[in-house]
């Protein structure tokens, strides 16, 4: 149970374009979502915390113009990289909670801006 | 400021023994922790968590210790197996902000034959 689907997995496409990531949670209604950022070698940075229905809630220095999340229901949280340029290139990984549970994670995103 | 810190960054076992994955945190308000297992290209699996009123938490070969005083957490993974290899990261949250997790640098763990 808990599973956590992102689409896509890997993604490679020109400066200036948006890219939209989707986070779903398969098999239990999620009351949050979370988006985050790795680079190499580096820890999970969480960029933004999204309730279904509300406006998502971001980091301290995570620009929300170029970061869009959109969480449409229960089950469907999208994160929109806007104008993508190459220093966005980055692992990014989503996951999804019950109250009381644990978060539950995708497989990430791995997004190269060429 | 790293408030969750893993200070090995990785850590070599023969298969069979021990593992002892370590962390500490600097923010006293985090009160509840988990551990979470990756491997390359995918997300991170949760594991095991504690509570911050406990000090020991046990799941199958899986103990998580939690030392308040000295705000330091471990992990321990006994007979270590070598489908145990995989980057460990260690997470804190603080109750009441929806569960927002601040993770450790992870520390990668290689278990020999």
């Known amino acids: 149970g808990a599973v956590v689907s992102q689409h896509p997995s890997w993604v490679i496409c020109k400066s200036g374009t948006s890219v939209k990531i989707e986070c779903r949670s398969l098999?239990?209604?999620?009351?949050?979502m979370f988006w985050y950022r790795q680079f190499p070698k580096q820890s999970l940075m969480l960029m933004a915390t999204?309730?279904?229905?509300?406006?998502?809630?971001?980091e301290q220095g995570v620009e929300k113009d170029k970061f869009l999340i959109n969480h449409a229901s229960l089950t469907l949280s999208t994160l929109t990289v806007t104008s993508a340029h190459p220093e966005d290139s980055s692992f990014y990984i989503c996951?999804?909670?019950?109250?009381?549970?644990?978060?539950?994670f995708g497989d990430g995103t791995r997004l190269s801006i060429l | 400021d790293q408030q969750v810190k893993q200070n090995s960054p990785s850590l070599s076992v023969q298969e069979g023994r021990i593992s002892i994955l370590n962390c500490d945190y600097t923010n006293s308000m985090f009160d509840y922790f988990l551990w979470y297992k990756k491997y390359p290209a995918e997300g991170p699996t949760f594991l095991i968590s504690?509570?911050?009123?406990?000090d020991k938490n046990e799941d199958g070969r899986f103990t998580v210790f939690l030392n308040k005083s000295a705000k330091h957490l471990s992990l321990h993974i006994v007979p270590s197996q070598p489908g145990d290899s995989a980057v460990y990261f260690c997470?804190?949250?603080?109750?009441?902000?929806?569960?927002?997790?601040?993770f450790g640098t992870g520390t990668r763990l290689q278990v020999t034959l």
């Open positions: 098999d239990f209604q999620a009351t949050t």
């Open positions: 999204s309730n279904e229905g509300s406006k998502a809630t971001y």
């Open positions: 997470a804190a949250s603080v109750s009441g902000t929806a569960s927002k997790l601040t």
């Open positions: 996951s999804a909670r019950v109250t009381g549970r644990p978060q539950h």
């Open positions: 504690i509570s911050s009123i406990k």
